[in-house]
């Protein structure tokens, strides 16, 4: 079964679109499995192992958000098993998963973005890094791998604009705000010299920053404010969108400067917006009920 996963992961890496961080997460579900079932042959899965492993998994503590991810890995990995001819029946096929319940978007309120981005910092050319690093987060919307992803040569100080490689290696331009392009340029001088195809981002050593040093770093940054809230990367890229809304962008736009290939995933943001927005009535409008 393992030589299985790797084939199967191979092909994943090879056909591309897969982030890095999926693929460790599939790894680490699909051995899991394989744990689960020790000695299972990959031609003997059946509708009955699917059954059990998801029953363990909602039996303890894991969210449904981790389980429908481990179920997404399993079937992947099963439809490669088809396609590879080494099995017959598809182990799913009649299998319930649990719905998915998405969440509204965790996000900062404006004021509570502006506390977030005038913290004080230091001197050092690390400051002038993470300065920088949480102005784009929030001023473009981005995926922190899409930001890790970032050459000095993606960034367009003239035009205002950043090209990003988002999922599904879909390339998409975005707008770069003033704050954010003066703390990339502060930045920069730091690396005199630092040519286009270099990372936008290092880490001390000069190395790409990684997924999870961006994660770092942010924490490391908000901890600083006093905020009574988990902040990670993603909640500048919610706080980003509910904003731009709250000011009367448009949904079509949002979405393009996002990234979605759906529309549905953007609409979740009209939802805080539409909350947003009912909480400002009822607090001002004469004959709404008053808490």
């Known amino acids: 079964m393992r030589l299985r996963i790797e084939r199967f992961l191979t092909r994943l890496r090879a056909a591309g679109g897969v982030s890095p961080h999926t693929l460790r997460a599939y790894r680490a579900d699909l051995e899991a499995f394989a744990a689960r079932f020790p000695g299972l042959a990959p031609d003997a899965l059946e509708r009955s192992h699917v059954r059990r492993w998801?029953?363990?998994?909602?039996?303890?503590?894991?969210?449904?958000a981790s389980v429908l991810r481990k179920a997404s890995a399993l079937r992947s990995f099963a439809r490669f098993l088809r396609e590879e001819g080494e099995?017959?029946?598809?182990?799913?096929?009649?299998?319930?998963?649990?719905?998915?319940?998405r969440?509204?978007?965790?996000?900062?309120?404006e004021s509570e973005m502006e506390q977030v981005l005038s913290a004080p910092m230091g001197a050092d050319?690390?400051?002038?890094?993470d300065r920088a690093l949480v102005e784009l987060l929030y001023s473009s919307g981005?995926?922190?791998?899409?930001?890790?992803?970032?050459?000095v040569g993606d960034v367009d100080f003239l035009s205002g604009t950043?090209?990003?490689?988002?999922?599904?290696?879909?390339?998409?331009?975005?707008?770069?705000?003033?704050?954010?392009?003066?703390?990339?340029r502060a930045a920069l001088r730091d690396r005199p010299g630092a040519g286009g195809?270099?990372?936008?981002?290092?880490?001390?050593?000069g190395g790409r920053l990684t997924t999870d040093g961006v994660l770092f770093l942010v924490r490391r940054w908000t901890r600083r404010c006093a905020l009574l809230k988990n902040v990670t990367p993603h909640v500048f890229r919610h706080s980003f969108a509910t904003h731009l809304l709250d000011r009367g962008c448009g949904i079509r736009l949002v979405q393009e400067m996002l990234g979605h290939a759906s529309l549905q995933t953007t609409q979740l943001y009209t939802h805080v917006s539409l909350r947003r927005l009912q909480e400002v009535y009822r607090a001002a409008h004469p004959r709404s009920p008053h808490p």
Do not use: Y
Not at 54 to 64: C, M, P, V
């Open 162 to 184: 950043a090209r990003v490689l988002g999922k599904g290696s879909k390339e998409r331009v975005v707008p770069v705000g003033d704050g954010a392009l003066r703390s990339l």
């Open 142 to 151: 981005l995926r922190r791998a899409e930001l890790a992803a970032l050459n």
């Open 87 to 101: 099995l017959k029946a598809d182990p799913f096929l009649g299998v319930v998963l649990p719905k998915k319940v």
């Open 103 to 109: 969440p509204l978007p965790r996000f900062l309120t």
């Open 197 to 205: 195809g270099e990372p936008l981002f290092s880490n001390a050593r």
């Open 125 to 129: 050319a690390g400051s002038r890094r």
């Open 54 to 64: 998801l029953a363990d998994l909602q039996s303890g503590a894991a969210a449904r």
